[in-house]
């Protein structure tokens, strides 16, 4: 079984820096791939960003250049380092782990206001 827990959400201005992170419980964290889906209110969930077990990464086009996904085997921990946030960012950001067993997280709520 696999637990996924985020944290690290909350209110900033648009321009500022979140770092969100991702506790994984169970014993398949290292074998498997871990992204970042994000949901805006009235939209479908969207991949954001995705990291292989091996470490290579992927983002969706709407943040490449602004957030950075990383992952700490030792910790159980995946993060999202998010940069430069618009106010179109905005969104429920959720941990999603896919390999022997799947999991999705609780969600951590992310606004981007002035």
């Known amino acids: 079984q696999v637990q996924l827990v985020e944290s690290g959400g909350g209110l900033v201005q648009p321009g500022g820096s979140l770092r969100l992170s991702c506790a994984a419980s169970?014993?398949?964290?290292?074998?498997?791939?871990m992204g970042w889906h994000r949901q805006a209110p009235g939209k479908q969930r969207e991949l954001v960003a995705i990291?292989?077990?091996?470490?290579?990464?992927n983002y969706a086009d709407s943040v490449k250049g602004r957030f950075a996904i990383s992952r700490d085997n030792a910790k159980n921990t995946v993060y999202l380092q998010m940069n430069s946030l618009k106010p179109e960012d905005t969104a429920v950001y959720y941990c999603?782990?896919?390999?022997?067993?799947?999991?999705w997280g609780q969600g951590t709520l992310v606004t981007v206001s002035s």
């Open positions: 169970g014993p398949f964290f290292r074998i498997s791939a």
């Open positions: 999603k782990s896919s390999g022997p067993v799947s999991a």
């Open positions: 990291i292989t077990s091996g470490g290579s990464t």
